[in-house]
């Protein structure tokens, strides 16, 4: 397997898991999102993935997620399941699962907390790459994992013959080692995490990046318009779009993609819940944002004129032309 096995790109949201008020997993509100996000068309999801919670749910729980996704998606966009766990063992069966349900590939990190060596990660994931049949994204995200794999160590791991994609989360705090990897990679794996502002255009139209793997899609088709833009060769549009996801990132999120106000996926589940769509509850040890982050997010999607009608709207939105 190589870049050319698959042929995922575009915009590629890791969704929320909606809870209940009481911590209960909501497959309805699940539907739902799926729902919502295929007819705004974006190219493909990721489910529990680090915006899913899936730290959070019980194995069960596991399969009934992967089950409505399947249900709702399958054939209709690329879906790949997050397999994140402490050993290799654990990721093959989470993909098991996925495998099951007629998912595309798995998304798997090092193993979070432990902070293994370079030497200790591709073990990792030459083990995985033994264990799993579906193809394999690489998910370099160090915030969550506290390590960040070198170029050569990702050029080691690319080797396998399952790796198809990165998924490399530096852009934001290390624009260097993310080109460093796109440079060295991209003709062998797809290479995910692109910026959507001009240097995202660039890379897209000179150099054949792919797209990025996002979180949340909170501004539903706008993400997937900005590829189409440039696809099209739109350039003043695919700014235009550009300029308003980026706005959402530098108000509510810092450069390594951690949230100001709260946590990561309550952030983008208030962001969700507050333009009326199946956001729903964080689950603990993951607390909904107070009334401080919430109104954070309100003055963010009122710029953007997201906010649902009669709420209160901004004099001039971000983008002003630019369809939502």
Known sequence: MDRDSIDWRGYIPAITTPFDANGALDLNAER????????????GMIALGTQGEWFSLSRGERRDMLRVVSEELKGHMTIIAGCNA??????SANAA???EFGFDGVLVTPPPYVCPTEGEIY?????????????ICVYNWPPGTHVNMSRALLE???ELDRV???KNSTAGFDMNHYLD???SLNDRVRVFGMPTNDLGISLTLQHGADGTMGAGAVLGREYADYFEAIWDG???????LGQRLDLVMSRLFNPDYTAKYGSTQGTFKALLNLQGLPGGHTRAPVMDLDEHGLEKVRETLAILDRLPAGSVQPARAVGAGVSA
Do not use: K, M, S
């Not at 999102?33 to 974006?42: D, Q, V, Y």
């Not at 402490?86 to 990721?91: P, R």
């Open 86 to 91: 402490f050993t290799a063992e654990e990721v």
């Open 181 to 183: 990897v796109f440079f």
């Open 164 to 166: 198809v994609a990165i």
């Open 32 to 43: 739902q999102l799926c729902r919502w996000l295929l007819n705004e068309g974006i190219h």
């Open 97 to 99: 699962l996925a495998a």
């Open 123 to 135: 073990e990792f994931y030459r083990r995985v790459n033994e264990l799993v049949t579906l193809p």
């Open 156 to 158: 080691r791991i690319c």
């Open 234 to 240: 739109d350039i003043d549009r695919a700014r235009a």
